[in-house]
């Protein structure tokens, strides 16, 4: 059973550093693409990064210059590292991945179970 997984929320000062990770298993794939997205409470889902197919990446105007995506291929996993945290980043985490399936050009789409991060003083 294909799983994406997110782990590296949790409670973090301003000005503070966390690194999420959404990593995909249970099937013979690569992660071709993938968004992050966040909701804050009473707000409505937004995208704050996204790397394309061809591995261009982009950044909502909020979190340019604090916010990195990375990958590791080998290990079927993708990264977001968050530098200089606000409290206004406060909000539940979901990576959402294009996974294709080796050798093919089968696709499908997945979103991770969120994770929660804080940041309060």
């Known amino acids: 059973q294909v799983q994406l997984v997110e782990s590296g929320g949790g409670l973090v000062q301003p000005g503070g550093s966390l690194r999420l990770s959404c990593t995909a298993s249970?099937?013979?794939?690569?992660?071709?693409?993938v968004g992050w997205y966040r909701q804050a409470p009473g707000k409505q889902r937004e995208l704050v990064a996204l790397?394309?197919?061809?591995?261009?990446?982009n950044y909502a105007d909020s979190v340019k210059a604090r916010f990195t995506i990375s990958r590791d291929s080998a290990k079927n996993t993708e990264y977001l590292q968050m530098n200089n945290l606000k409290p206004e980043d406060t909000a539940v985490y979901y990576c959402?991945?294009?996974?294709?399936?080796?050798?093919?050009?089968?696709?499908?789409?997945?979103w991770g179970q969120g994770t929660q991060v804080t940041v309060s003083s």
């Open positions: 790397r394309t197919r061809g591995g261009l990446t």
């Open positions: 959402n991945a294009e996974l294709t399936l080796l050798g093919s050009s089968v696709r499908a789409n997945y």
């Open positions: 249970g099937g013979d794939f690569s992660i071709s693409a």
